[in-house]
């Protein structure tokens, strides 16, 4: 296997480099020993790896190139509620609560949306988005986080002080 001398400088560097990832180094060895002529089992033994997994990357090298050398994408589970579901949730919660309750619950907050979106959210979706983002609804109660209070405008001149 011929490599250029731009991309054998670039792996020499990934290899040596203190920063670089175990799995990138592993790779960048892969394909250096490849490039000075070892066979596929005597690398795989060098490295103490399976015969497969070198063939693997110096495949996906020999295919792709360098950027054969990264993971490939994973496609994991598709998101299911985009950013406009998660603002809707977000001012929900730090909206004033529905007049009988004193703050917003979880499955008071997915009602909501699903009337006002059209799209329903189960409760424990909604608990999972606001501690991703470390939001208590049950803790916003004060007037100077509602600014839907109708004199949140005249009031929060006076209730907030300068720094110092």
């Given at each position: 296997m011929a490599i250029d001398s731009q991309v054998r400088e670039r792996l020499v560097r990934t290899v040596a480099s203190a920063k670089?990832?175990?799995?990138?180094?592993?790779?960048?060895?892969?394909?250096?020993?490849?490039?000075?002529?070892?066979?596929?089992?005597?690398?795989?033994?060098?490295?103490?790896?399976?015969?497969?997994?070198v063939r693997k990357w110096?495949?996906?090298?020999?295919?792709?190139g360098p950027d054969g050398l990264r993971d490939a994408e994973r496609s994991g589970r598709p998101k299911i509620y985009g950013p406009e579901v998660c603002v809707a949730i977000v001012a929900t919660a730090t909206s004033m609560s529905p007049h009988p309750e004193a703050t917003w619950s979880h499955r008071a907050v997915a009602q909501h949306v699903a009337d006002a979106r059209l799209v329903s959210v189960s409760a424990s979706q909604v608990g999972r988005i606001l501690a991703g983002l470390d939001l208590k609804p049950h803790k916003v109660r004060g007037w100077l986080t509602r600014r839907d209070t109708p004199d949140f405008w005249q009031r929060a001149p006076?209730?907030?002080r300068p720094l110092p």
């Open positions: 670089s990832e175990v799995r990138a180094v592993l790779r960048a060895r892969i394909i250096l020993a490849a490039a000075d002529g070892l066979a596929n089992g005597a690398i795989a033994r060098e490295m103490e790896v399976r015969v497969n997994t110096r495949g996906r090298f020999a295919a792709l006076r209730g907030v």
